[in-house]
């Protein structure tokens, strides 16, 4: 009998022909939309409350790829309290219930550190919209901030499994070293310009639009919600009068 499988774990060319076939009868699942774009907005300490909803969604493991660790709910929360939004940006991308889908921390050297002229980036993006370019767009967001504050250099510590992270950071150029489990990426920033300003304005404001739609939708939302209740109440009411 042929095995199917040969000593190095290769499939033999006639089940690779088969399953070939087979793969092309079959629906493929498509490619997630990715979407033209993204508004992000700049996040303050009055958001901690949503981005730790947002990291405490994150499953075990990307809590590991985000933190180098798996992070426990009281290690985030510890993060979270100690975010300090002075000295760096916090970027968050909202859904329409206002709930932080994607996260972005640029972390900015202390003004005490001599001669520091990089920035560091950490993201993470809710698990079910993944794919659709918001890691991508965070990270643009990120080198945009950073340039602008004159900095040089975007520095990302990743996992050296982190495939998505590392492809972010590969494909906008920066030099990856990996060292083992881990790898360090760097990327050489432009010098700001004032098109560069104008580009962090216009996306800012477009961001902050997009956001007060969604407050008002949710205000709407929540209006007709409590009209319909007292709608239902006041049909039962009716009924139990009638009855
Ligand atoms: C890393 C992370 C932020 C990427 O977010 P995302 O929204 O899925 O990223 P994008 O949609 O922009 O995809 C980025 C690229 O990675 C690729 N990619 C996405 N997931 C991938 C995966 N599991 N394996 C390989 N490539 C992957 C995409 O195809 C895309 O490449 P392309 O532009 O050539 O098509 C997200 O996976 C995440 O939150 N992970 C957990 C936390 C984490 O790892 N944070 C980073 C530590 S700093």
Known sequence: MTPSIDACGAPDPDHAHRDAALAAALPADPP??????????SLGPAHRPRILEHL???PEHDRYLRFGFPATDAQIARYVDGLNFERDEVFGVFNRRLQVVALAHLAYPPDDTPGATGAEFGGS????LRGRGY???LFEHAVL???????DTLFIHALSENTAMLRIARKAGATVERAGSESDAYLRLPPETLASHMEALVGEGAAALDYQFKQQARLVDAFLGAIAEVRGGATRTGGQANG
């Open 145 to 151: 901030h950073a340039r602008n504050r004159g900095l």
């Open 125 to 128: 993006v809710a698990a079910h």
């Open 135 to 137: 890691g991508s767009r």
């Open 56 to 58: 405490l969604g994150l």
């Open 32 to 41: 997630p939309e990715r979407l033209a774009w993204i508004p992000i907005r």
